[in-house]
């Protein structure tokens, strides 16, 4: 089963726009982590955000998480074709019994058309 | 390596055939994870590696599905008289620290598995 959602599925938008995708989950956590697909290929580490932040910067990302409201939200600012691929935020991690897992979201589908 | 290494990249297997999918972690990682992703899908906890004890088996889809890391680093997911609905991307990932620890996980390129 997958804790996270992402929102939207799938965002279609311009060379040099910014791109919004959010992330929502159901149960506490320590951290959250973002993670870039491209298609058929592995995960790409982005960034990890600590339940304790409520913002980080990398680069062109920012992401911000408010524990609150079990959401997290990720901005690419001045988006390329070049940042198409699926975005998945992960939760956790999920330490009861001697396990350590994240649970992923489904994801959003970005397309940046030049 | 730089990274986590994953092989073979693509593997496609008849069914009832066993395989065998390899995964060399990131050098001192002492966690080890290994997800199943479905085509359009998030990737799916299988289990869970804290140097060689494993740890979390919870995710694992049936008793065909078998992982060991015997000496800690390299890992294998073994998958016994595979069936259609195996034919997945699985995919590894690596963490420095324990599970008490806040390290960043980090995936190989994946195995893209085919049952025909």
């Known amino acids: 089963s997958q804790q996270g959602e992402e929102d939207p599925q799938a965002l279609s938008i311009q060379e040099g726009e910014n791109a919004t995708m959010n992330c929502s989950y159901k149960?506490?956590?320590?951290?959250l982590q973002w993670y870039r697909q491209n298609s058929g290929r592995g995960l790409v580490h982005l960034i990890l955000i600590r339940s304790n932040e409520r913002e980080k910067h990398s680069g062109r990302l920012r992401v911000t998480l408010d524990t609150s409201k079990k959401s997290s939200s990720l901005l690419i600012t001045a988006s390329r074709a070049a940042d198409t691929a699926s975005y998945f935020c992960a939760t956790g991690p999920f330490t009861t019994s001697g396990t350590y897992k994240y649970i992923f979201g489904t994801g959003t589908r970005l397309k940046v058309l030049a | 390596g730089a990274g986590v290494s994953q092989s073979p990249r693509y593997k496609v297997a008849k069914r009832g055939q066993d395989v065998a999918l390899r995964c060399d972690p990131i050098s001192g990682h002492v966690s080890l994870f290994w997800y199943q992703q479905a085509l359009g899908q998030g990737p799916e906890f299988l289990t869970y590696f804290q140097n060689e004890a494993q740890l979390d088996k919870s995710g694992l889809p049936s008793d065909r599905f078998f992982a060991e890391r015997p000496e800690g680093s390299v890992s294998t997911l073994k998958i016994q008289r595979t069936q259609q609905e195996d034919s997945a991307v699985y995919l590894c990932a690596s963490s420095l620290g324990d599970r008490f620890m806040n390290t960043e996980a980090f995936f190989g390129q994946g195995t893209r598995l085919t049952v025909v």
């Open positions: 149960t506490s956590i320590n951290n």
